[in-house]
């Protein structure tokens, strides 16, 4: 945030207290400055529950300081009921209720790779995703785990249809694994999942297409209807629209370039809206050359870049139209921020949304130097990764209304943040997964940040959205060896965890369910009324 802005804000506040108080001489309130979206700053909670452990310095920082000595924890009206650290987690997580009201949490491990091999890490002694039963979640217990071939390091696609009841992933070992995929039935009991299928797509075996470019699994993610699988590839730049019509025969239908439609960058995350016919992919770019991707265009507003997302036409996948086309819509560039990582389609009194998230700042992946963050700084872009919403209201021309940008991310702050993230690289302060309470009646998003915990804001109006609570666990002295953190040589002793994992919100009981990386599961509970809100009412369906 420029100063001059600050200065703007502080005289608007001052002006709004003024009027509320009877402190003008006529009943005519002056008109409140515009703070621009490049320049808004979510607002702090207001207030936090009794026996939290408030932030001590900026929103979302974890200073120097504290790393050296030993981080123990942040706390604002989310309260941890359970953990359970296991062997810890990596990139994706998802929680689903059974017919006989069982409620599981399964999460991703991180697969030894030679890309990924910590020689630091304690030897794995149950790899793969863990089955958690949290039916009581103050008492969660690990059943078992998954081992089948995608589910040794599903990377960022694990994910659970609730219309079918049916848990998936693909085959992501060190960020691009295969053409496999896993698919389980955990519908009648979630505790036990029964594997249907385990096989590669693509490859003319299935019965389906053959792509130019075979599948490489990363990100994923159902259609509402559980009908549809897609993978983005990442490394393949290319969607693949999967049939899972017959379970236990999945085959591949469609595939898309992320170039043809619009933006020559990575395939990465997505979201498919509620009646399957819009697929919001994103594109991952503006990396620089070194990582395949344009250079971020940081000092040329009339640059675009090559990060973003897209709005395709996905009509001819969901009616199963032989020889299916996806068509793009719109195509979407975000110049403020690098390496795009998923999208959420949402609803508020009405009206349509949609949240881009990145997981890199506006200067590319962040280096042990700190170069990229110190470019974005110097031009007045966002140093760390943030998500962005968007009016939906045109699908052709979306309209940017709001960024969720923490202290750690204005660039007054540049020089207090950039010491704490010295000599570390990939991901420091910034987001990955976000999730709203219900796609259909969104009034609360979560999202996972590295280095800054847990992150929840009020979006009832999402132009202006309000934070409400968070929490960022205490350092850990033994992470497990399926820790992306750790197997990405990033841990440090007394240092905050990388959250990464998406969330789910739990409206009868009001609790939060996610997993940071050398955490693992985290249960948390709402405190002080936080939410639900009087509007929120319960998703019919659990993952976004």
Known sequence: MRRSNVLAIAVSLGTLALTGCGGGSDDTAAAAPTVSVSDYVVPRAPSCSPGDTPETALQGQVPAALRQSGFGGFSCNLKLVSQL??????????????????????????????????????PRLNPGVPVINITNPAQPMRVNSLTSRSMIDPWESLRVNAARGILLADNGLAGGGGPEIDLYDVASDCTQPQLLASVPVGTGADGGIIPSTQPLGHEGNFSPDGLTYYVGGAMTKTYYAVDLTVPT?????????????????????????QDGTRAYFVASGNLGPAHGSAAPPLNNANATGDNGFLVVDASEVQSRRPNAQMHRISTVPIRNGSAAQHTIPFSVAGKPYLVEVDESGSGGLQDMTAAGVKAACNAGMTPFPLAHIYDMSNEASPQLVSELRLETHATDNCSKVIPDVLGLSWFT?????????????????ACSYFNSGVRVFDIRDPSKPKEIAYYNPASVKSPGAGSGHLMFGQYRAGGPDWCASRLDFDFDRHLLTTACQDNGLLVLAFENGTWPFPESTKATETGN
């Not at 898309?256 to 498919?272: E, I, K, N, P, R």
């Not at 302060?429 to 998003?445: I, M």
Request: net charge neutral.
């Open 85 to 122: 650290q296991g062997e810890g987690a990596s990139w994706s997580s998802a929680t689903y209720t059974d017919k006989k009201g069982q409620t599981c949490f399964y999460h991703a491990t991180m697969g030894a790779t030679p890309a990924f091999k910590n020689p630091e890490a304690p």
């Open 249 to 273: 025969r999945p085959k591949l239908i469609s595939a898309v370039g992320v170039g043809a439609l619009g933006l020559d960058s990575f395939s990465h995350g997505l979201s498919v809206s």
């Open 429 to 445: 302060y910034g987001s990955h997964y976000c999730s709203v309470d219900n796609r259909e009646n969104a009034t609360a998003l």
